[in-house]
């Protein structure tokens, strides 16, 4: 009985077990002769793939774990629901709270340093400073705005430093554990994952309504929940399959992946509908209870997929095989093994011989070329130090001396940045048109709208070999409908008019926020995701100053305006449609640049997408290690 408990216990924790199939095979003296010969019996293949579903099933809990870290701590997306209390309370302008929300951006300057941590500390050591972090500066906030402190206005500013710092943090860590976990389909557990960051609104709307409680409630969840959540998370962590054994899975297990991915995405665009339109009636306590409950049992339901599946492919190999069924199958493989080689070695002669996309390989002499255009800056700037393949890593250095790496920050910058602007100032865009009870609803909308946005992202991994786009044309594709939804704000004031623009911003910055991950991912090499992602995105705490900026100047100006409008403190507040009305033209023509930026990106690098991607060095290690 004691043997057989610590058995199970160095089975869960994790660590190596001297049963496998290439362990050496020691007696245990309270073992009977019969049991012995019993065990000798069983093949050794049976063993294998339970060894193998073990770690298949391993690398999705600790999907479902990301899931629910990115759930909870997207609190970012909140700031506008107790913007205006935290205005009020400080007696601050539109100017200093702009600062406020810069600051919290600011954070994501620092995400750098979250890179370099996880080289030096364990992951889970990571993820549980930055939940300590967030703590802190979230808990003080709250402390605050609820007047049980009073505190300067730089100690704030550097409380939303740290507090935006300290999500930066939660989705490297996330990013790192998607790829190390999925080293084939990491797109499509990236694009999964950070898909439900959007959502947190959303829910922390859900928990406040169905605590009854104000605006404040929303940084005491911001503090308390993500710390929560993070602890729950450690267990399936810490537990994880090395990545060297993930690689040596089964041929079909890609294919396996990808259905199972599918299914996960169904179940992910029920809750995001289930959050959009039963939210709207969680106005009382006892109804917005009940719809949390439910919240949580679709947020629960996605882990019984992976068990189900896995459950299957074990009964179908075990149960259901013989040896004809095991001659037939072995042949199979074989077959699609010769069809899938024979396809790469066409697609290598074809791109060889210029059938496909000219693809340069960034060393070309651009001096030379017809009527001498390729001697003008333009043309060298168009043609050269083009990409050479997918996945081919970049340091830091090497990825600011990019072409392409310029024209996509520009694209982020101006695009994606925006909308994030655009959500930090939902709660004054709502008062200044008289609609300041409806913010609530309108962060739900945004919530909602931006984590469709991230599932969509998904769409070019589940129709590969359907529809050949290159991830940067979708990227452009969709930068389309963020100019014409800020024209339409800027023409049309009406509720219907804030609504429709609110969500086409959000799916579109939601689909870019996402997309992002997976391009950095192939354009710059995995192995360097977690450095190169965070310098792209230091873009935000520099749009987000300028853009906000521009805004705050222009509600101030026009608040000053309405002499009794403004308040002895200094706070100035400005009501009707021209308080933003010329702040949403100046955001449509910026994102027409992001526009015109991420369609020259998507011609810079259509021609590699049509060639094999370049895989990691671990991934061809562990393959010849295979083949051997």
Not at 161 to 171: T, V, Y
Not at 174 to 194: D, E, I, K
Not at 506 to 515: E, V
Request: charged residues 10%.
């Amino acid at each position: 009985m004691m043997a057989t408990l610590i058995s199970w216990l160095v089975s869960f924790l994790g660590f190596p077990s001297f049963d496998g199939p290439n362990s050496p095979s020691i007696p245990d003296r309270s073992e009977t002769a019969t049991a012995r010969e019993g065990r000798k019996r069983i093949p050794a293949g049976a063993m294998e793939d339970g060894a193998m579903m073990g770690r298949q099933t391993r690398k999705w809990m600790v999907l479902m774990a990301t899931v629910w870290i990115q759930a909870f701590t997207g609190t970012n997306f909140d700031f506008s629901a107790y913007s205006s209390d935290l205005k009020a309370a400080m007696g601050i302008s539109q100017v200093q709270l702009n600062y406020l929300a810069t600051a919290s951006d600011l954070g994501k300057a620092l995400g750098w340093s979250s890179g370099l941590a996880l080289l030096y500390l364990p992951l889970p050591f990571v993820l549980l400073l930055a939940a300590a972090v967030g703590f802190g500066a979230y808990g003080a906030q709250w402390l605050l705005i609820t007047n049980r402190i009073s505190l300067p206005y730089f100690p704030v500013f550097l409380l939303c430093l740290l507090a935006g710092c300290s999500i930066c943090w939660f989705n490297t860590v996330c990013f790192v554990l998607c790829v190390r976990n999925f080293p084939v389909n990491r797109s499509l557990a990236l694009s999964l994952t950070t898909s439900f960051n959007g959502v947190s609104a959303s829910l922390y709307t859900l928990v406040v309504n169905a605590v009854g409680g104000s605006c404040s409630v929303y940084l005491l969840l911001n503090a308390t929940l993500p710390l929560l959540v993070s602890t729950i998370a450690l267990l399936p962590i810490v537990r994880q399959p090395p990545t060297h054994l993930l690689l040596l899975a089964p041929a079909d297990s890609a294919r396996h992946d990808s259905y199972i991915f599918l299914l996960l995405n169904i179940l992910a665009f029920i809750t995001g509908f289930y959050l959009l339109f039963l939210n709207s009636i969680s106005s009382v306590s006892s109804t917005a209870r009940l719809l949390l409950v439910g919240a949580v049992l679709l947020l629960l339901l996605p882990l019984c997929v992976p068990g189900v599946i896995c459950a299957r492919d074990w009964a179908r190999r075990t149960i259901f095989s013989s040896s004809l069924f095991s001659f037939i199958g072995v042949e199979d493989l074989e077959l699609q093994k010769q069809l899938v080689q024979r396809s790469e070695d066409d697609i290598d002669v074809s791109v060889n011989n210029g059938d496909a996309f000219n693809v340069n390989d960034g060393n070309d002499d651009c001096s030379h070329g017809e009527d001498g255009r390729r001697s003008c800056w333009w043309w060298w700037c168009w043609c050269c130090d083009r990409l050479a393949a997918l996945g081919d890593e970049h340091t830091a250095t090497r990825l600011v001396s990019r072409i392409d790496f310029w024209l996509y920050y520009v694209s982020y910058f101006c695009a994606a940045t925006v909308g994030l602007v655009y959500s930090n100032n939902l709660g004054q865009i709502a008062q200044s048109m008289g609609r300041q009870s409806q913010t609530t609803m309108l962060v739900t909308v945004y919530s909602s709208c931006s984590f469709f946005g991230r599932l969509v992202s998904a769409a070019p991994d589940f129709l590969r070999g359907k529809i050949n786009f290159a991830r940067t044309g979708w990227l452009a594709a969709a930068v389309v409908p963020m100019p014409l939804a800020f024209f339409l704000l800027a023409e049309v004031g009406d509720t219907h008019a804030l609504l429709a623009g609110t969500a086409l911003i959000a799916l579109s910055s939601g689909f870019i926020f996402a997309a992002a991950v997976c391009i950095t991912s192939e354009l710059f090499g995995p192995n360097s995701l977690g450095v190169n992602h965070n310098i792209l995105i230091t873009n935000i705490p520099l749009g987000s100053l300028l853009y906000g900026l521009l805004a705050a100047l222009i509600y101030d100006a026009n608040g000053k305006s309405m002499v009794p409008l403004v308040l002895g403190d200094g706070m100035v507040l400005c009501m009707g449609r021209k308080c933003y009305s010329k702040t949403f033209l100046w955001w449509a023509c910026i994102t027409l640049v992001g526009l015109a930026s991420s369609f020259a990106l998507y011609l810079r690098t259509r021609a590699i997408y049509v060639q094999p991607a370049r895989r990691p060095a671990a991934e061809e290690g562990a393959q010849s290690e295979a083949q051997d």
